[in-house]
T-cell receptor, first 116, second 113 residues
Framework: AQTVTQSQPEMSVQEAETVTLSCTYD???????LFWYKQPPSRQMILVIR??????QNATENRFSVNFQKAAKSFSLKISDSQLGDAAMYFC?????????????FGKGTKLTVNP | DAGVTQSPTHLIKTRGQQVTLRCSPK?????VSWYQQALGQGPQFIFQ???????QRGNFPDRFSGHQFPNYSSELNVNALLLGDSALYLC????????????FGPGTRLTVT
C-alpha cells in the first residue's frame, strides 16, 4: 500500500519570502501522479499543482513549484513571494496511474502560517 | 459553472443513528469519490462511484455505503453511527477519462454525540 508522509506539522514564513514544504512517499509503482492540495480555513480543498511521475521536468504554476526526486521518493513544494492568502493547510497526495485505482492517498498535512 | 456542492453543511446526530450526505459533482464530471477527514488529519478515501457502481473502496466498514444516480450525483450513507464517525466528509468529482484531477466540495461536518 502506498503511504505519504509530511514531516512538518507546521511551518511559518514572512510575507514575500520563500518557503518549502516537504513530502515523501512510498510506492512500488513506477507510474503515478503526485499533487499538492491547499485547504484554507473555509475548508474547500483546492489543487495547487500536479506532477506526473514519468515527467522529469518539475511542475510550476506561477509562484508554486515542486522539486520531484523520483529515486528518493520526494516531492517538495516551494512557494515563492509568499502572500497572506497562502496561509492554509497543505496536503501532499499520491494517485496511482493504474487503471481502476483512482483514490488519492493523502499525507497528514502541513499548516502554513504567513506573517505580515 | 457550478463546482462541487454538498449538503448539508453541518449535521449533528446521536450515536446509533443513520445519516445521509449528498453531493452534486462539477458540471461535466461523471465520477464521485468520498473522503473522511478527521480533525487534524488528511482525508481518507472511502469509496468511488462511476456509472452508478462502486468502483473502488477504502478500508471502511460496511456501515458506510453509497449510491450514484443517473445525473451523477451521489449519496453517502452511514449506519449505526459511532462517536468516531465525527469528521468532515468530503466529496470529490472528476471526469473518468481525465484520470488525474479531482475537484473537492466544501464538505459536510458531521458531529456524533
Amino acid at each position: 500500500a502506498q503511504t505519504v508522509t509530511q514531516s512538518q506539522p507546521e511551518m511559518s514564513v514572512q510575507e514575500a519570502e520563500t518557503v518549502t514544504l516537504s513530502c515523501t512517499y512510498d510506492t512500488s509503482e513506477s507510474d503515478y501522479y503526485l499533487f499538492w492540495y491547499k485547504q484554507p480555513p473555509s475548508r474547500q480543498m483546492i489543487l495547487v499543482i500536479r506532477q506526473e511521475a514519468y515527467k522529469q521536468q518539475n511542475a510550476t504554476e506561477n509562484r508554486f513549484s515542486v522539486n520531484f526526486q523520483k529515486a528518493a521518493k520526494s516531492f517538495s513544494l516551494k512557494i515563492s513571494d509568499s502572500q497572506l492568502g497562502d496561509a492554509a493547510m497543505y496536503f501532499c497526495a499520491y494517485r496511482s496511474a493504474r487503471g481502476g485505482s483512482e483514490k488519492l492517498v493523502f499525507g497528514k498535512g502541513t499548516k502554513l502560517t504567513v506573517n505580515p | 459553472d457550478a463546482g462541487v456542492t454538498q449538503s448539508p453543511t453541518h449535521l449533528i446526530k446521536t450515536r446509533g443513528q443513520q445519516v445521509t450526505l449528498r453531493c452534486s459533482p462539477k458540471s461535466g464530471h461523471d465520477t464521485v469519490s468520498w473522503y473522511q477527514q478527521a480533525l487534524g488529519q488528511g482525508p481518507q478515501f472511502i469509496f468511488q462511484y462511476y456509472e452508478e457502481e462502486e468502483r473502488q473502496r477504502g478500508n471502511f466498514p460496511d456501515r458506510f455505503s453509497g449510491h450514484q444516480f443517473p445525473n451523477y450525483s451521489s449519496e453517502l450513507n452511514v449506519n449505526a453511527l459511532l462517536l468516531g464517525d465525527s469528521a468532515l466528509y468530503l466529496c470529490a468529482s472528476s471526469l473518468r477519462r481525465q484520470h488525474y484531477e479531482q475537484y473537492f466540495g466544501p464538505g459536510t461536518r458531521l458531529t456524533v454525540t
